[in-house]
């Protein structure tokens, strides 16, 4: 069991690589702006390390006289910042000793006004009395170094900063809290018991006997394996949480779609004129919409032509929309459909759509029954008419019906009545999008997203280790077999926490950071 036991120490947090930078870091203190460089209210300027208080009390210059070295953790102090026998700002200086604080070593944050110079002015001091720069994200980096948080949760901390929508925003706290951290912990000491049975086992065949254990560690290697590929099937969800819906307007020319655009930002983005073809190449914008990111690009429209430049628009039209994950079909129901129709009704085949009647305001031609007929028509096999929640017929003039996508993948179609002039149903298509993702409703209390590909990434990894588990369980092989495999599929998992990670990924990751955090 010893013998085991100094074999795992090399997939824990003792790893070499991290006592020599923990070595190194502890005799350095780093400083660095942690508020955006511009005129604002109030600028942070952040230091920590074994020498930010005595590096601030050079400086600093309290109100009452007292110095910083004297005064309790997680206390403010009023005074000024001086540079010599300049006063360089009035500021308040907030004092968090470790181990309790965010880096886990003494942090000193001066929150002085917020102008560009000011801040640098007192960054300069900083470095001249004895800190040094930051590099990005390194005082995240000394958290996770020091103990105070797991790789996933310092991760979640670049997901915070980034988030762009409720959602995502929700996902990120709910990491940084240890949701991500709590499941792979669990799995992991499940799989390190049983792999320290199989190793003392073999170490003392004579008392202790593995007669049978394969099977026993079946049912358990089982359940670990259904517990990853849920993490795994909440991948694509955790993509379209962290980086939007990839949206794609599909429509002929003239259909509406860049002034669909312009309404959904709120500005003249996109060029709308009555000339078609306007439109040549992919225009694409980022809009919040009713708490979720929609990454949303407005195309060429879809038509046969010979202008090669037009022609390279519907090409990439065609392609966006093949990878898209939802697309706006734009229809301008004041002309009759036609084959530039039926060809953008195949290239929605399978994926999640509404389809827009726009122009609404003037005298139509196209009802949501000549819709379905012709989608009907171009995806037989895929389609089943609903209306009202009963099979119906379709009426010409329903707004209310739905396309029923079957077979393969369940979703809905909405056929929407809307005019992008008048704004009529542009309410309705945003409460039917927040519907057709995430129900609406994201319990990130009870529910774990992965919104980081390479945890996507360590838990494939991780599964296919535990599949070689049960295929020499079912070739009855040695016992010896699962414990290697076992041991695969553990530091697999370590590589989300950051348990059983190299030096250069860390510090890759933490490249990435905005400086200051």
Known sequence: MLKFYFQHRKYGIQAEWREKYLEYQYDATIAAISTAVSSAGIGIVRMSGPEAVEIADRIYVGKNG?????QKSHTIHYGYVVDGEDTVDEVLVMLMRGPHSFTGEDTVEINCHGGVYVVKRILEILIRYGARPAQPGEFTKRAFLNGRMDLSQAEAVGDLIEARNKYALQSSVSQLKGSVKKEIHRIRKKIIYHTAFIETALDDPEHISVDGYGQELRVYVDEWMKDIRHLLDTCEDGRIIKEGIRTVILGKPNAGKSSLLNVLLGEERAIVTDVAGTTRDVLEEHINLKGIS???????????TEDIVEKIGVDRAKRYADQADLILYVIDASRPLDENDREIMRLMDGKTSVILLNKSDLDVVVGAGDVEEMYRSCNPKRVELRYDGNLAKMQRTSSDCKIICGEIKKFTIPIIDVSAKDLKGIDRMEEILTSMFFEGNLAFND????????????????YTALER??????SDM?????????MDAYESLGHITGE???????NEIFSKFCMGK
């Open 294 to 304: 929609l990454n949303i690009m407005d195309t060429a429209g879809i038509r046969d």
């Open 478 to 486: 040695p016992e010896d077999f699962y414990s290697i495999d076992l």
């Open 66 to 70: 007292k110095k910083l070295r004297g």
């Open 469 to 474: 588990v049960t295929e020499s369980i079912d």
């Open 500 to 506: 059983t990670i190299g030096e250069d990924l860390v």
């Open 447 to 462: 529910e774990i997203y992965i919104t980081n590909v390479r945890h996507k990434a360590a838990l494939k990894d991780a």
